[in-house]
């Protein structure tokens, strides 16, 4: 099982950005997904999450500025930013809640992309 973060880049304070993960390999099912991100010098910290129960939180941080979403066909999940801000500069990491198939075995747990370096600057 892998997840691949892309999409992010230098982006202009005020500026907008989207950020994909996609998972692939022995996937039976993925029940939830989260964004995270660290700034240099700080610990990481929650941005969006899709709960198992398809509850969207988001950090106090980027709420209004930020909408998570996922494609279930294209085991994808999104994370759309705009009005950036100095602050929002971090490398954002996908986290997935999955069940991966291993033979005649299902294993549960959460599986972690790269990360994707966000930076805001002018």
């Known amino acids: 099982v892998q997840l691949q973060a892309s999409g992010g880049g230098l982006v202009q304070p005020g500026g907008f950005l989207t950020l994909s993960c996609v998972a692939s390999g022995r996937i039976f099912n993925i029940y939830g997904w989260a964004w995270y991100r660290q700034a240099p010098g700080k610990q990481r910290e929650l941005v969006a999450e899709i709960t198992t129960d398809g509850s969207i939180n988001y950090a106090d941080s980027v709420k209004g500025r930020a909408t998570i979403s996922r494609d279930k066909a294209k085991n994808t999940v999104y994370l759309q930013m705009n009005s950036l801000k100095y602050e929002d500069t971090a490398v954002y990491s996908c986290?997935?809640?999955?069940?991966?198939?291993?033979?005649?075995?299902?294993?549960?747990?959460?599986?972690w992309g790269q990360g994707t370096l966000v930076t805001v600057s002018s």
């Open positions: 986290k997935g809640d999955l069940g991966v198939r291993s033979g005649s075995d299902l294993t549960m747990g959460y599986w």
